[in-house]
């Protein structure tokens, strides 16, 4: 099946440093990955549209020079975490799926704290 | 713009009872999907469902997509403590950008 890695699973960083997540499909290409955070018992917050040779689209309310994406092969997507705050700490979480008619594959979640 | 609820938020349900998390879209849908994140875990997909009225199976679960494509339903037959975890649908309005429901976050007691 449709695999979907990223990197760290954790990590703890000071405030107004950057923090960089990446998220791999192993076995399959995706022009879009889907980047979402969530909030401990809340629901997956979708951030943005990581685009494969262009500009992400951002959602509406999320800082687009915060949250830095870029997609530059079709198997990696990355999002930067910039200046971090300690209301930045949250749980990341990227996707992608083979085709339309697939479900989303996720990564298995970074767990960003900003100390 | 559009948002997509889940009812009930949580449910807490004896081994062998049934299970029901409805979900319900402000807009009509392309498609749906369902998803199960165990505690601690990253949602795992379960299904999709593309047209109206569908029913699928899958062994103890059902899931249906209503007429409208507005709503859907995910039951669990006899749960069993492995069915613990948060259900989440994800709605495709036909941008294929999916907005997730708000989560039933499903407890059964042994």
């Known amino acids: 099946g449709a695999v979907v890695s990223q990197h760290p699973s954790r990590v703890i960083c000071k405030s107004g440093t950057s923090v960089k997540i990446e998220c791999r499909s192993l076995d399959f290409q995706a022009t879009t990955m889907f980047w979402y955070r969530q909030f401990p018992k809340k629901s997956l917050m979708l951030m943005a549209t990581?685009?494969?040779?262009?500009?992400?689209?951002?959602e509406q309310g999320v800082e687009k020079d915060k949250f830095l994406i870029n997609h530059a092969s079709l198997t990696l997507s990355t999002l930067t975490v910039t200046s971090a705050h300690p209301e930045d700490s949250s749980f990341y979480i990227c996707?992608?799926?083979?085709?339309?008619?697939?479900?989303?594959?996720f990564g298995s979640g970074t767990r960003l704290t900003v100390v | 713009g559009q948002q997509v609820m889940q009812i009930p938020q949580y449910q807490h349900v004896q081994e062998g009872e049934d299970f029901t998390t409805y979900c319900n879209s402000s807009?009509?849908?392309?498609?749906i999907q369902w998803y199960k994140q165990r505690p601690g875990g990253h949602p795992v997909f379960l299904i999709q469902?593309?047209?109206?009225?569908e029913v699928k199976k899958q062994k103890r679960l059902t899931f249906q997509f209503g007429e409208a494509k507005k709503n859907s339903s995910l039951h669990i037959t006899a749960t069993q403590t492995t069915d613990v975890g948060t259900y989440f649908c994800?709605?495709?309005?036909?941008?294929?950008?999916?907005?997730f429901g708000t989560g039933t976050r499903l407890k059964v007691l042994a």
């Open positions: 990581s685009n494969e040779g262009s500009k992400a689209t951002y």
């Open positions: 996707s992608a799926r083979p085709g339309r008619n697939y479900g989303y594959t």
């Open positions: 469902l593309v047209k109206s009225g």
């Open positions: 994800a709605a495709d309005s036909g941008t294929y950008k999916y907005i």
């Open positions: 807009t009509t849908l392309s498609n």
